[in-house]
């Protein structure tokens, strides 16, 4: 489908483009360790979905995205983009991992503001960065409208599919796992408002092997809540606060965090347990902050987030995770940061503390400013019942660690 569209684009860019520009934008991440036996050493509380991560990743992560825009003589704009990703373990080759991203999308055919696209790719994802939890992660196949004005809301539509091959049948079947997801945005002067809704469907199936797929669904409701404006209101500083809430049943049970894209372990565990997965149900509160001064500045996160999947995958826990990372801008192009945060599993009473520090490298003052060259302290303590279970082998019998090293970040 994306080759044809794509030699359609090409052929309107011979014939009608008045302009047509290529650029790039993406992602770099590369950590080192200054002890070589704790070059993946990272530490993240069983259970929890994310970790603090301030000196605290496992792996090279980079991800290269190339677009362009055909502007044509009718004032229309297509937007197509091709990202692939890259990564490997901490020190080792930096190999090509997955295309997370090949769509076109289409601006300008209205007056309305409205855009439509196809082709894979990430849809509206939403991030708390200093723990890198995409809490919609909404990704994939398909095709979608974005943000047409209906007056006093804009709505936005995805439609992303998945026919999964499981690779534990032998003849090469597959199955259909498909994904409805509606945004309503209300706009403020202060900031914006989401409803977001999302109904998943697995379709059954009968394998020629004799196993089967009952076929499943589920859904899922939130509203989120993005404020511009308090911290200039109470600090006088820039910043934003987002706040979420979540609720999910059956299939949606991720609460906008997965799609059918890479789902096939699911699928997979689908095959043994039937319709179970029809019992699940979770929900999330969320609250992060970024705010800054030219001398100082902060991000913090909070979640917590109760998940009843016992049924199907044998788990039932609540999540709790706070945390938070002040910079402080001693130079233009230095600054100093700590990071302190706690992550507890109540029912399996999982605890880990996790706190660093770093000393930054950057081109200019703020914390969203990138480039930066780290040199990072971190250090992890966790419950006795947790042993094994964090920092890899080498912390195998310890209920604490620590890692020295230094950090690359970079988004363009």
């Not at 030699?7 to 650029?23: D, I, P, R, Y």
């Given at each position: 489908m994306n080759k044809v569209l794509?030699?359609?684009?090409?052929?309107?860019?011979?014939?009608?483009?008045?302009?047509?520009?290529?650029?790039t934008h993406?992602?770099?991440?590369?950590?080192?360790?200054?002890?070589?036996?704790?070059?993946?050493?990272?530490?993240?509380?069983?259970g929890a979905n994310t970790k603090y991560r301030l000196g605290n990743e496992?792996?090279?992560?980079?991800?290269?995205?190339?677009?362009?825009?055909i502007k044509l003589d009718n004032g229309v704009v297509i937007h197509n983009e091709f990202m692939p990703v890259f990564s490997a373990p901490n020190n080792k080759t930096i190999d090509y991992f997955r295309t997370d991203q090949l769509y076109s999308e289409v601006f300008n055919l209205f007056e309305n503001s409205v855009s439509f696209w196809v082709g894979r790719r990430w849809h509206q994802r939403f991030d708390s960065h200093i723990t890198d939890y995409f809490f919609f992660a909404m990704s994939g196949d398909g095709f979608g409208m974005n943000k047409l004005d209906l007056g006093e809301v804009k709505l936005s539509y995805s439609f992303m599919f998945n026919n999964i091959d499981p690779a534990t049948i032998p003849e090469g079947e597959d199955t259909l796992f498909t994904s409805h997801d509606l945004r309503l945005?209300?706009?403020?002067?202060?900031?914006?408002?989401?409803?977001?809704?999302?109904?998943?469907?697995?379709?059954?199936?009968?394998?020629h092997s004799g196993e089967k797929i009952n076929a499943v669904d589920g859904y899922a409701i939130g509203l989120m809540y993005k404020d511009t404006q308090i911290f200039k209101d109470l600090l006088g500083l820039e910043g934003a606060n987002i706040a979420g809430l979540f609720y999910g049943e059956g299939l949606a049970r991720g609460l906008g965090t997965y799609t059918p894209y890479l789902q096939e372990p699911f699928v997979e565990d689908m095959i043994n347990k039937g319709n179970a997965i029809e019992d699940s149900k979770a929900y999330r509160f969320i609250n992060y902050n970024d705010f800054q001064s030219t001398d100082w500045g902060v991000m913090s996160n909070i979640v917590y987030e109760y998940k009843d999947d016992a049924s199907f995958?044998?788990?039932?826990?609540?999540?709790?995770?706070?945390?938070?990372?002040?910079?402080?801008f001693f130079h233009k192009n230095v600054r100093a940061l700590v990071e302190v945060?706690?992550?507890?599993?109540?029912?399996?009473?999982?605890?880990?503390?996790?706190?660093?520090?770093?000393?930054?490298?950057?081109?200019?003052?703020?914390?969203?400013?990138?480039?930066?060259?780290?040199?990072?302290?971190?250090h992890a303590s966790w419950s006795e019942n947790a042993k094994a279970l964090i920092g890899t082998d080498y912390y195998a019998d310890k209920t604490s660690g620590s890692n020295l090293g230094v950090q690359l970040e970079y988004w363009w």
């Open positions: 794509f030699l359609l684009l090409f052929v309107a860019n011979s014939t009608l483009a008045l302009e047509n520009s290529f650029g993406g992602y770099l991440r590369i950590q080192t360790s200054l002890q070589d036996q704790k070059e993946n050493i990272c530490f993240k509380a069983p496992c792996e090279t992560w980079g991800e290269l995205s190339l677009f362009q825009d945005l209300k706009e403020f002067e202060r900031g914006e408002l989401t409803l977001f809704l999302n109904y998943m469907q697995l379709d059954g199936q009968n394998f995958s044998n788990t039932k826990q609540t999540w709790f995770s706070i945390g938070a990372r002040p910079y402080w945060g706690y992550d507890k599993v109540k029912n399996e009473k999982y605890n880990l503390l996790k706190t660093g520090t770093a000393l930054e490298f950057a081109l200019d003052k703020g914390i969203w400013k990138r480039p930066v060259l780290r040199l990072f302290y971190t």
